[in-house]
Every structure is written in C-alpha cells, then in structure tokens.
C-alpha cells in the first residue's frame, strides 16, 4: 500500500498493535524550531510513556519528525523482540 513505508505510518502501525485504540494516548512529540528564519533547523523528540523514543533534527519540521518517528519504529521494534 502506498505509504506503508512512511516512517510516521510505521510507528503509528506499531503503536497501534501494542496500544490498540489507546495507541495516541500514549504518544507525545516536542517540535520546534531554532534559529535565523532563513536557515532553520527543526528539532523533533517522540515520546511513548512519557520516555524518549526518538529525537531528530532537520532543515524541514517534516524531516525531524519523520527521522525522529524512524529511530522510535527501530527502537521499539528491537524492544519487542527480546
């Protein structure tokens, strides 16, 4: 399916087998932005539980989180296979 392989997509799915219904109840992002206007850099931290999954920075606010949701999906992925 087209967008399978989108890394906020992926942790959702992944949220959603653990979580259920309940999964965004157990999610929380901190995004925000530092510096010159014509040269931002976008800082993206995913938090499960209220515990860092993933942090990320990007030029664009769409990067860091999706970089951030790619380290969080790895995370919580090799978290489950033990």
Known sequence: MPGDDHPRQ????ELQKIYGPSAQDHVRW???SQGPPNNLIWH???YIDDMN???ASSRTRGGAQDEA??????FLRRE???
């Open 44 to 46: 993206a931290t995913v």
């Open 80 to 82: 489950r296979s033990r």
């Open 53 to 55: 999954y993933g942090h």
């Open 69 to 74: 949701a790619g380290k969080a999906y790895d």
């Open 10 to 13: 992926k942790l959702n799915n």
């Open 30 to 32: 901190e995004v925000y």
